[in-house]
């Protein structure tokens, strides 16, 4: 058995070349169900790519001072 979110990433990939109705029969899937993936998808999409640029950050930080705490680090950032 094929998990939803499986399905739900390949109707999205296949959206482009067939009718959205047609896809979502074939996965036996909601169409609220599918349209609630693909927010939450794209919601968690632009978090990871937030927390990579942070994550850029914090380190591009600590590449210049090593030696700094979390309170030096916590103002730097600001």
């Not at 909601?30 to 968690?44: E, I, L, P, T």
């Not at 990579?52 to 916590?74: A, C, D, F």
Request: aromatic share 14%.
């Amino acid at each position: 058995m094929v998990l939803k979110k499986e399905r739900f990433s390949l109707i999205d990939s296949l959206r482009q070349a067939y009718p959205l109705r047609w896809l979502l029969q074939i996965a036996e899937v909601s169409k609220a169900g599918y349209y609630k993936w693909r927010k939450y998808h794209n919601v968690q999409r632009l978090r990871q790519k937030r927390d990579m640029w942070h994550k850029e950050h914090i380190l591009s930080i600590h590449r210049q001072h090593p030696y700094y705490g979390y309170k030096r680090m916590t103002r730097a950032l600001v």
